[in-house]
């Protein structure tokens, strides 16, 4: 018999250790925009996402430039750069009968967040000025610019001629109102619905708004006035005073803002993206819808748990029995399922005959096996254990032997 052919390789022989072999080395490096969290693949997202949503994120940045622009304008005023009746006519006016003409004929679900925003930035400006004006007219700390703001979107023509410091002040504070204020609070409230900051709580929202309203809004008015080469001359002069109370100033605006922000219902609904926080954290788990059985007062109540797909996680308790059809919700009390079918029996067509009782006929009412019956009919009582709860205590005439007294015989 031959013998099998053995390895001449040493390591086929048996008690030979067989040495590690490391694992294969890699064919090459892989270029950094095919990793896959690599800074190419987080552009090709971007781009992709832009793509898909393109008029969508144009319509929201415009709403966002409307929004700015109305502090952009006096910061470009006291700058010298554009007077502020020529971007208010060439801008802001035009491009918000625009905004207000998409939302009346094309509106979009996160146009009722910029409202609710807008609605806020008001209030919030309300309340400031509550606070600002009791120390410019009542104490006398500093001086109002705002009607100084109305003459310069009125500029040089016959409204600024003809017009009185009443005009200048209508129309500076309508600005400041609808512009300013309402500006900030459709920026703040996309801000916390893009990035889902009202996840973390309302102290956390408020603080946020009052950060927001320090920086860059304050920041940006004493910017302004400090740098401008006019800016102290043209708005107010800056002295302590007058920086703490525009300070106090706007944290109340912050303040007011946030609880705004913070008490709105269904703010994350209008926003039509995913939150920043859910895509760099990951959604967070949902826990398992539990839909309770409607109790309808017949048989256990049931319990199902929606799993999804996974089998594992899906529970299906028995459900409740099929309820008779001439069972009715607060009528009479059904039939008991363990009491076993309904005997029917053979009617002749039309109305059923009335005999007297004692006949051996049957009248009145059909008897429900194990229910009471009330005093009137010819059952008084419950049909004892073991009879026939059809017929009753009345022997048929057909198999009873016995026969009716002679003085009912003829009765009926």
Not at 169 to 180: H, S
Not at 186 to 213: K, N, Q
Request: glycine share 14%.
């Amino acid at each position: 018999m031959a013998e099998p052919a053995r390895s001449a390789h040493p390591l086929g022989r048996p008690g030979v250790a067989r040495p590690f072999v490391g694992p294969p080395a890699w064919p090459s490096a892989v270029p950094p925009d095919e990793l896959p969290d690599g800074p190419g693949s987080r552009c090709e997202a971007v781009r992709v996402f832009v793509g898909e949503h393109r008029a969508r994120l144009l319509r929201l940045g415009l709403h966002l430039l409307v929004a700015a622009l109305p502090l952009l304008a006096i910061s470009a005023h006291v700058f010298g750069i554009a007077p502020m009746n020529v971007t208010a006519g060439l801008l802001v006016v035009p491009l918000t009968l625009v905004t207000l003409l998409l939302g009346v004929f094309s509106p979009s679900g996160e146009e009722r967040l910029l409202l609710s925003g807008a609605m806020w930035g008001v209030l919030a400006t309300l309340v400031y000025d509550a606070v600002r004006l009791d120390t410019v007219y009542l104490l006398g700390w500093w001086g109002d610019f705002i009607p100084r703001v109305g003459t310069w979107i009125l500029g040089s023509g016959a409204a600024a001629d003809a017009g009185s410091p009443v005009v200048g002040a209508v129309v500076g504070y309508l600005w400041r109102y609808v512009g300013d204020g309402g500006g900030i609070g459709v920026a703040f409230f996309v801000l916390v619905a893009a990035t889902g900051l009202r996840r973390w709580g309302e102290r956390a929202t408020v603080a946020a708004s009052v950060t927001f309203a320090v920086f860059p809004v304050w920041t940006g008015l004493v910017a302004t006035v400090a740098l401008a080469p006019r800016g102290q001359q043209q708005m107010f002069p800056l002295t302590p005073a007058t920086v703490l109370l525009s300070l106090v100033g706007h944290l109340v605006f912050g303040l007011v803002l946030g609880l705004g922000c913070a008490r709105c219902r269904r703010l994350e609904e209008y926003w039509p993206w995913t939150p920043l926080l859910d895509l760099r954290r990951g959604a967070p788990a949902v826990p398992p819808l539990v839909r309770p059985a409607r109790s309808d007062g017949w048989g256990p109540p049931a319990l199902v748990t929606a799993g999804g797909d996974d089998p594992e996680r899906t529970e299906i308790r028995p459900l409740a029995p099929p309820r008779p059809a001439g069972a009715r919700r607060g009528g009479a009390r059904p039939l008991d399922p363990a009491s076993g079918p309904v005997r029917v029996l053979d009617m002749p067509p039309g109305p059923a005959p009335v005999v007297r009782a004692g006949t051996g006929r049957r009248s009145g009412p059909v008897p429900i096996a194990g229910q009471a019956r009330p005093g009137t009919g010819p059952w008084p009582h419950p049909a004892p254990p073991g009879a026939d709860p059809w017929s009753g205590p009345v022997r048929s005439r057909v198999t009873s032997s016995t026969k009716a007294p002679p003085g009912r015989a003829g009765r009926g």
